[in-house]
């Protein structure tokens, strides 16, 4: 069965492909844990309302 990726684990892929970033360094720059990262990007769980404010101030301030 195929999933849809969504919004936010592609805004992540993306963000990366664009600025050449790891998974480690998108988490600590992020101040959030790989494991998590990888959680949301994989979509096994969406981030939290927080998390999710979190990875958006980080991409706007860095676009």
Same mark, same amino acid.
């Given at each position: 069965?195929? =999933? $849809?990726i &969504?919004?936010i684990? $592609?805004? *992540? *892929? @993306? %963000? /990366? =492909?664009? !600025? &050449?970033? @790891?998974? &480690? +360094?998108?988490? %600590? &720059?992020? !101040?959030? @844990?790989?494991?998590?990262? !990888?959680?949301?990007?994989?979509? #096994?769980?969406?981030?939290?309302? +927080?998390?999710?404010?979190? *990875? #958006? /101030?980080?991409? @706007? =301030? !860095?676009?």
């Amino acid at each position: 069965m195929s =999933r $849809e990726i &969504n919004s936010i684990a $592609e805004d *992540i *892929i @993306t %963000f /990366q =492909r664009k !600025h &050449n970033l @790891t998974d &480690n +360094e998108l988490a %600590f &720059n992020i !101040h959030m @844990t790989v494991e998590r990262l !990888h959680d949301i990007k994989s979509m #096994e769980s969406d981030p939290t309302p +927080e998390e999710h404010k979190l *990875i #958006e /101030q980080y991409f @706007t =301030r !860095h676009a």
